[in-house]
């Protein structure tokens, strides 16, 4: 759809009106959040926003998020409204509510909110994408062999079901000497004439790395400038374990399309997630699942086609959703918003840098993520000499620290320290590392 076509569609749709009055409620909500920045003078006041243990230190945040307090006070909101009155919270609430978080979460990563489409979790997005990606013969989806169960299964059960060829490659020879230009050449050696779509995993959960993923769009944008329209290369970037952690804008990044679950690193409502697809993108996707989007629905009940219409329109899955928690949405990114993007970077990269060096240092560990913040974000795998990564884990939780073993066929164990750690919580986790043993 040409730039046109996409503003008589928002002025027609009424999406641009109501992205405007919404825009002045969003702002309000911001306001209300505000005081966040003054009243919480310290990282530990912050925490106290959350109900997480106080008993345990959370090295495993990112697996699924604890709800902070704005984010379950909406929750109850919708909670009460929709058991006093369902159908009519419902009519209600459910446009206003739907706009106000695709405007909270297209005001944070900086793109437009009718290019959002939201979902479950990532690997509904997943899922969705990559089943209903419009191929043609020959044409094939190149990904890596360092993406999480999620990636690789929505690809393989594609294959299987449409014979798509799917190709594998690995971007790196050893994490003890992996740069950007390696994964950069890498890739750019994989892509063959066939290649349609490029899948990878921004921040790999396996072993902490994280991909360069500007330099790999701009590789692939210098392929696709000797190529037709209609083979151009689609960038798609499962986004989960740098949203909330890294400080990007959409717009800049370069990727065509970011999936991620918002309900990790993002303090969304569990269950919650979005697909933002770059508006050229967004027509190589087939819907799988009905959207319940008013205007589709309206139509349909016209006897009319709604195939002129966006097809992000369409990438909202339909079907009743727990809204008290999908309409809660809007909190948390209003959240990280009013503590500051490059803040909650900073800070992640602090705590990962204090956790990483003094692992680095200790004889009984190999660090396997990289000390790099260019190729890494906020999550560090090691192993302990002697032991399984599931001994690791134990007797960490053993002395109330909290950490995950990479759900992988070679796992590690894995620390991840974010907003809700302090440097006090890293300095007694690598206490109790130094002292671990296999006996
Ligand atoms: C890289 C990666 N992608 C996807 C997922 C699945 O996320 P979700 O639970 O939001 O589907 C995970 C972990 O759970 C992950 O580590």
Redesign the pocket.
């Known amino acids: 759809m040409s730039d046109i076509g996409r503003r008589d569609f928002l002025v027609r749709t009424g999406l641009a009106l109501g992205a405007a009055v919404l825009a002045g409620a969003y702002d309000r909500a911001l306001a209300d959040q505000r005081p966040l920045q003054n009243k919480f003078s310290s990282w530990d006041e912050l925490r106290t926003q959350f109900r997480v243990s106080p008993k345990l230190i959370h090295l495993a945040a990112f697996f699924l998020a604890s709800h902070p307090r704005p984010v379950r006070e909406a929750i109850e909101r919708h909670r009460a409204g929709l058991d006093a009155d369902p159908i009519g919270y419902w009519y209600k609430h459910e446009k206003k509510q739907e706009a106000r978080v695709l405007r909270a979460a297209a005001d944070y990563l900086g793109v437009e909110p009718i290019d959002i489409a939201l979902t479950d979790?990532?690997?509904?997005g997943l899922g969705l994408l990559y089943s209903g990606l419009a191929l043609r013969k020959g044409q094939e989806i190149l990904t890596t062999t360092h993406d999480?169960y999620?990636?690789e299964t929505a690809l393989r059960l594609r294959a299987e079901r449409t014979g798509a060829v799917v190709r594998q490659i690995t971007l790196y020879r050893s994490l003890k000497t992996v740069s950007p230009g390696e994964i950069v050449d890498s890739l750019r050696n994989g892509i063959t004439p066939a290649t349609r779509i490029v899948a990878v995993?921004w921040v790999?959960?396996s072993t902490g790395l994280k991909l360069p993923i500007h330099e790999m769009a701009h590789a692939i944008q210098s392929i696709n400038r000797s190529r037709g329209e209609r083979d151009q290369i689609i960038f798609c970037v499962?986004g989960?374990?740098a949203l909330g952690v890294e400080d990007f804008r959409l717009t800049e990044l370069g990727c065509d399309f970011l999936i991620a679950?918002t309900?990790?690193w993002m303090f969304g409502p569990r269950g919650t997630?979005l697909v933002w697809g770059h508006p050229q993108a967004w027509p190589i996707a087939q819907a799988t699942i009905p959207t319940f989007n008013t205007q589709v629905f309206d139509l349909w009940m016209k006897n009319a086609s709604s195939k002129g219409l966006p097809q992000s329109i369409h990438m909202t899955p339909g079907g009743f959703h727990s809204f008290e928690h999908r309409w809660a949405l809007d909190e948390a990114f209003v959240f990280h918003q009013a503590i500051g993007k490059s803040k909650v970077t900073q800070r992640i990269y602090e705590l990962n840098q204090q956790l990483k060096q003094g692992l680095a240092v200790m004889p009984h560990i190999t660090l396997h993520t990289p000390l790099s913040q260019d190729l890494s974000a906020g999550i560090v795998c090691f192993e302990v000499a002697g032991m399984t990564p599931r001994q690791i884990v134990e007797k960490l939780r053993q002395r109330r620290i909290v950490g995950s073993v990479t759900p992988y066929a070679t796992q590690y164990a894995r620390l991840a320290p974010s907003l809700l750690n302090s440097p006090s919580e890293l300095e007694t986790t690598l206490a109790e590392i130094r002292h671990l043993r296999s006996s």
């Open positions: 979790s990532t690997t509904m999480h999620s990636t995993t790999h959960s499962d989960v374990h679950g309900h990790k997630g």
